[in-house]
């Protein structure tokens, strides 16, 4: 069975850090490249960050370029997002991706991430 369980989501002060996680399991890890989304409310999914399957290459979004960093560790099934000097415009649910090649991908649930005083 195929599960992405992401955690580490939270409520934050603007300029704070969070450290999203994503546990993979039910396929093969390292043959699929890795993204996070977000979808904020009354807001179209949007890509965040991708990561490809061994980790070489990585993406981002113009908004969060410089502030995120998205890794990934293939002996624990796992991808990160490293998410600094958080703003109120990246208040959303972040979701994690897995895409392989093949063009098959899986979802998470997503984790809520909300940047407020």
């Known amino acids: 069975q195929v599960q992405l369980v992401e955690s580490g989501g939270g409520l934050v002060q603007p300029g704070g850090s969070l450290r999203l996680s994503c546990a993979a399991s039910?396929?093969?890890?390292?043959?699929?490249?890795m993204r996070w989304y977000r979808q904020a409310p009354g807001q179209e999914r949007e890509l965040v960050a991708g990561?490809?399957?061994?980790?070489?290459?990585?993406n981002y979004a113009d908004s969060v370029k410089g502030r995120f960093t998205i890794s990934r560790d293939n002996a624990k099934n796992t991808v990160y997002l490293q998410m600094n000097s958080l703003e109120p415009e990246d208040t959303a649910v972040y979701y994690c991706?897995?895409?392989?090649?093949?063009?098959?991908?899986?979802w998470g649930q997503g984790t809520q991430v909300t940047v407020s005083s």
């Open positions: 991706n897995a895409r392989a090649p093949s063009a098959t991908q899986y």
């Open positions: 039910g396929f093969t890890f390292s043959t699929y490249a």
């Open positions: 990561i490809s399957s061994l980790g070489w290459s990585t």
